[in-house]
């Protein structure tokens, strides 16, 4: 009787592992190619720059040439995308340059590149001297604010000011809960479960965190926008990129570090975030001299899109401020 209950429990693993394997292959995806990729997510602004170690970086370029120029960088998996909202209020008045950063987007780059948040601040000193940008003001959402804030403390003779978008770069706070985080987030941090996933179809996942991050506005989670990020992760060695930026060393911020900073600085945070949490915020204004700090009510992760002429218009006050500093 053992011998039988214990062929059973053996067959039944056998079972579920051929399932799962069955399973695996079912749900993999592949690359797929850029140039499909450029076909559907390209507009009429979209232009590249080559690097010399290989990155060919996709960008736009838009809205008033004679403005003062916003240099703004996306969060983690995201593109340049997210800041279509604000290049339609700004535009008129603004020269604003968007990117995509080495592993997102339509940016390529070579086969073993290390993304990491100063190999991103790098990259975007490598673009700016390519194109003669000596003077903007440099802005990012998420992991795109950590850049900027890495760049500022690198270039600062180039930021004429700083803006911090429902910022990243602090380290995690001490009664943060799993809880609080999307499920792809906790998944990517485990290395075992993030190899697993890397070539798998995650659009449930991204769905999830992307309604994560839109708290209060999950009507903009189409499903426009879950392909568009599936997809463009999807681009040939994305995703190694993106998968091992959970496992990347990144800067933290201390006030000790950004005390060097003496740029006007504009910090918006959402109240409602979960991914970076106000907190977040208000230590980057109480560590940044002379910072400017709104909280956004019922607002999450990414007020560029959830209201961006909310989050515009506090923009163009900052930088007519600004300006009639100078």
Same mark, same amino acid.
């Given at each position: 009787?053992?011998?039988?209950?214990?062929?059973?429990?053996?067959?039944?693993v056998g079972i579920l592992a051929l399932a799962a394997v069955a399973g695996y292959f079912i749900l993999k995806r592949p690359d797929i190619p850029y140039e499909t990729?450029?076909?559907?997510?390209e507009s009429g602004a979209s232009r590249y720059e080559?690097?010399?170690? +290989?990155?060919?970086?996709?960008?736009?370029?838009? +809205?008033?040439?004679? +403005?003062?120029? &916003?240099? &703004?960088?996306?969060?983690f998996s995201a593109s340049l995308h997210?800041?279509?909202p604000w290049v339609q209020q700004l535009g008129g008045a603004y020269r604003i340059v968007t990117l995509d950063l080495p592993g997102h987007g339509l940016t390529r780059a070579p086969a073993g590149y290390q993304g990491s948040i100063h190999a991103f601040r790098d990259a975007v000193a490598t673009f700016a001297d390519a194109k003669d940008l000596q003077h903007f003001i440099i802005g990012g959402n998420s992991m795109g604010g950590h850049v900027a804030l890495e760049y500022a403390l690198a270039h600062p003779e180039q930021v004429d000011a700083l803006m911090l978008i429902d910022s990243a770069g602090w380290p995690d706070p001490p009664n943060a809960t799993e809880g609080q985080s999307a499920i792809i987030f906790q998944l990517l941090r485990n290395p075992i479960a993030a190899n697993i996933l890397r070539?798998?179809?995650?659009?449930?996942?991204?769905?999830? +965190?992307?309604e994560t991050a839109f708290p209060a506005k999950p009507e903009l989670v189409d499903d426009a926008m879950v392909a568009r990020y599936a997809e463009l992760s999807r681009a040939p060695g994305h995703r190694d990129i993106i998968f091992g930026l959970m496992r990347a060393n990144r800067p933290l911020a201390t006030p000790?570090?950004? !005390? !060097?900073?003496?740029?006007?600085?504009?910090i918006l945070h959402g109240e409602l975030d979960r991914l970076t949490p106000l907190s977040f915020g208000e230590q980057y204004h109480s560590a940044i001299a002379g910072s400017e700090f709104r909280a956004l009510d019922g607002i999450g992760h990414a007020p560029q899109e959830e209201v961006p002429e909310q989050s515009a218009a506090l923009v163009r006050a900052f930088v007519q401020r600004v300006q009639g500093a100078e």
């Open positions: 009787m053992l011998r039988w209950i214990f062929g059973a429990i053996l067959g039944l990729l450029a076909a559907k997510y080559l690097f010399a170690d +290989g990155v060919r970086l996709h960008y736009r370029d838009e +809205g008033n040439p004679d +403005g003062p120029t &916003l240099l &703004l960088l996306h969060g997210t800041w279509e070539d798998l179809d995650n659009s449930a996942l991204i769905r999830q +965190g992307l000790e570090r950004l !005390a !060097a900073l003496t740029m006007p600085t504009l």
